[in-house]
Every structure is written in C-alpha cells, then in structure tokens.
C-alpha cells in the first residue's frame, strides 16, 4: 500500500481513538505519528519518542488495536517504533494527534450545534464510550441488546416502535445510547435525538408557557429516531402524557423509529393514561433481569479496562461476590478504588477494598478472615522468588544468579526486598540464598530499591499485586 494510503487510514484511525481515549490522555500521551508498516495482519506505527511508544504499548495498546481493527479488519497485531526523522519537514505522511483532535473537537461542536433543536427543547446527552462492543451482554440482557442493536443496522425497518423495560442501574442507558451512536455513526444525515421523560416534561412546559405548543410538535415531526428514557417519569402528568401520544401518532404515521424505556412493563405503568399504556402495550417489547455473579465479574473488568486500570482477579472476583445485582454500584466502587491509588497509593488488596465495601454494609468479618489466611498461609523463599521471577516474565535462575542485566536485577532486588520486609529474613539469610552475596550487598539492592519505588509508581503497583497474590 503506498504511503498516501497509510496516511489517509491514520488519520481514520486516529479518529476512531479520540472517540476511545479520554481526552486529557490523548493529549499527553499522543503526539505525531506515522504508519511505517501495514501488511501480514501487522500495523507498525512511527512514534517520536520513547515515552510515548512505551506509554501506548503499556496502557493504550488494546484500545489502539481496537480502533485499528475497526478501520482495518484484518489486524492482528500492532506495535510502535521510534522515528528519529519523524519531525522533518518534508516528510508529509507526519499526522500530528493533537492537531487532529482539535479540528475534530471543534468541527463535532459545530456539528452538535447545528444538529441540535433550537430554543433547547431538546439536548442530547450522549456518552461517546457507550457502544455496542463495550456493552457486556449475558444470558438475560441478550434479547434487548439484540433488538436494540437489529435497530441500529436497520431504523424505521426493525423492530418499530420498540419498547425496554427493565428495573434501574441495569445498564439501559449505555444500550440506549450506543443505540442513538451507532445510528448517527450509520447514518450521519438523520436527525437522531435521545432524551429522557422528565426533560421531555421540561421541554413541554417551557412550550406551554411561550405559547409554541405547535412548534414542539414540528420540531418533533422534524424527528427520524426518537429514543425516550424513563417513560415512567411522565406518571400523573396528563397534558404531557397526551401530547406524547399526539407525538407517537405523528412519528408513528410517517414510519419514524421510536424506542422507549421504563422500569416497568407497559401493563404496570397503572399512573399513565390507558389509551398510552394500552399503545405501549402493542408495541414489541422486550425485558432484562439482573445479571449473575459471572456478568457482575466480566462488567467490572470491562470497566475497570475501560479505565485502563489493573485490578487483582480474587479482588474482583470479591467484589462481584459481594455486591448485588446493581451495575452502578459496582461502578461506583470501581472509582472510589481508583481514586483512592491515585491520590493516596492505596492499593487495590482484598484488605483495602473490603473496608471500603463495609460502608455498603459489607460485613466486618470478612476483613477478619483476610488477616487470619495472611497468617495462616506459610510461604517458602523458594516460592516467592519462583512467583517473582514469573510475575516479571523472567528465569528463576537468572534471578538466583549475578546476572546484571536490568530486566533480572529489577525481580532479584524484588525478591530480596520482600523477604526481608515482608518474611523477616536476615541479610545474611538472604546472601547465601542468593549465590552467597555478603549482607551488605542485600542491604544495598534493598535500599536501591526502595528509591525505584519512591519515583517509579507502576513498579510500587506491580510489588503490591505480588505481595497480596503471596499473602504476605
């Protein structure tokens, strides 16, 4: 492929990733970039800088793959390497992210402007992240995910008009919402609005009191999908009630695509009108239960991933054991857990996040428990330094041994450390463990060591992973 062609798929990639990446990740860790490589299922990218390609394969490589893959199916892998002609003038294949992601913000802002009905009747409020391929699908939210998904290829055709109904914190706005994204992504000339019940409310009152009612109704009209949230919110309100049947004729007379959502199935909405509860009814309609302890699991690691944050199996497999069948519970302890290792360094321990889960009404013993397994479970020095040597990918005998390289001093000085802080060995123990080193030589690699940790945080991230999988 010839580099006019690369450059064309970059910037399309590039594209794709503004979208995925928070933005003030994008605009660190992103700067110009070229494709140098694209054949055998492999896309090798020209990077400026060490930093940013050791960033983007440690913490955007997934992501970075997803995104490529969309615009180029057929990859497998990706990978990134230093360009030190990257800035030359002449080179012309150069796409700079940042550039890029301030004429896509702007010209989206722009288009969100024009796109938007007037007099904020009504405003989108859309999530970006809110897709189908991150949505996490199980046993009982199969059939809305499929509807819902079945719409977006095909509006107006499929399924119309539809109805969700499920209990809250389940996940139906991020289905709504990748809904009204893969719509707009499909069909970027369709007028696509997403709003909830209660601004529906809103918007009709503030029209009552300007004495515009039939400017709404044209505005709506104006509609190709509708997607409401909440239907349930309009309970007890008859004139808005009536005016949303009104509106459900309208669309419904010219084929437009309607999705509603409730908490409820259509025949318990007893506080709306029987005539729109007795159309709801009609209407396809599909429902969604709770999901399991495996669904719980895989939607903590989703958003943990998301967030590009490392969280230790057993912690998460806790978590999903013990909190209940709310999604946003879940997300919610998944950020107080991040929050509390960026601004304090606390890791994510079974200890840590059970006393944080204990002010959800996690009861206290399990904290107890913990304690008492740490001390119960006796390790050896040789199985410390055989999970060491493994956790960094190395050869247990090349930690042993006085091998120089960095990539086996980092698990030796790790070992050593470990089993002295945390097993209570002597430095002359520890010497004729390691190939008879003298006390003061152990003394000095735990030392050096706990420098590295005081400016390297990932490291500190990775010995606190070691020590609660070993329990010591």
């Known amino acids: 492929m010839d580099p006019s062609s690369n450059s064309i798929l970059l910037k399309e990639i590039i594209k794709e990733l503004i979208w ?12 110009k970039m070229t494709i140098s490589k694209l054949e055998n299922n492999w896309v090798v990218f020209w990077v400026e800088s060490g930093f940013m390609r050791d960033n983007l394969r440690h913490k955007f490589y997934d992501v970075i793959k997803d995104s490529t893959n969309r615009i180029v199916p057929e990859t497998e892998y990706v990978d990134f390497v230093i360009d030190r002609e990257i800035d030359t003038p002449s080179n012309n294949q150069v796409i ?11 010209k989206k802002k722009k288009e969100d402007k024009k796109e938007s009905i007037n007099d904020g009747v009504i405003k989108k409020i859309i999530n970006q992240r809110y897709r189908f391929d991150n949505f996490v699908v199980w046993a009982s939210n199969q059939l809305p995910y499929a509807a819902c998904e079945a719409v977006s290829r095909k509006p107006w055709k499929t399924y119309n008009p539809l109805f969700i109904y499920w209990d809250v914190w389940l996940g139906k706005t991020h289905l709504l919402q990748a809904t009204w994204n893969s719509i707009k992504d499909k069909y970027k000339d369709s007028n696509v609005v997403y709003t909830t019940a209660d601004r529906f409310v809103n918007d009709y009152v503030s029209s009552v009191k300007a004495k515009n009612v039939d400017k709404l109704r044209e505005k709506y ?14 309970a007890w309100k008859k004139q808005t009630q009536e005016e949303l049947y009104n509106i459900f004729n309208l669309m419904y007379e010219s084929s437009k695509q309607i999705i509603l959502s409730s908490d409820r199935p259509p025949k318990e909405l ?6 729109l509860r007795s159309r709801f009814e009609w209407w396809i309609t599909v ?10 699991l895989a939607i903590l690691q989703e958003k943990a991933r998301e967030r590009e944050f490392i969280i230790p199996q057993e912690v998460a497999e806790f978590i999903a054991e013990n909190t209940s069948e709310n999604i946003r519970e879940i997300e919610w302890l998944l950020n107080q857990i991040i929050a509390e290792y960026e601004l304090h360094n606390t890791p994510p321990t079974l200890e840590n996040v059970a006393r944080r889960m204990n002010k959800l009404s996690i009861t206290e013993h399990f904290i107890s ?17 055989e999970y060491v040597s493994s956790h960094f990918w190395v050869d247990k005998k090349e930690v042993m041994w006085d091998d120089r390289r960095k990539e086996n001093m980092i698990p030796r000085q790790v070992s050593m450390y470990l089993l002295k802080t945390r097993m209570n060995y002597t430095y002359e123990r520890i010497g004729n463990i390691f190939s008879w080193r003298n006390h003061s030589a152990v003394l000095y690699s735990c030392k050096k060591l706990e420098q590295i940790l005081k400016k390297n945080q990932d490291l500190h991230y990775e010995l606190n992973i070691i020590k609660d999988k070993l329990w010591i």
């Open 20 to 31: 995925s990446v928070k933005p003030q990740d994008f605009l660190t860790y992103f700067r």
């Open 369 to 385: 428990n913990v304690s008492a397994k740490r001390k119960k479970n006796k390790i050896s020095y040789e199985d410390l330094i």
């Open 287 to 296: 429902d969604i239960w709770s999901p399991d302890y495996e669904t719980r």
């Open 270 to 275: 007893t506080e709306l009108e029987a005539r």
């Open 96 to 106: 700079d992210c940042v550039k890029e992601y301030k004429e896509l913000t702007s």
């Open 221 to 234: 009209r104006a509609i190709d999908v509708l997607i409401v949230d909440d239907i349930q919110f309009l």
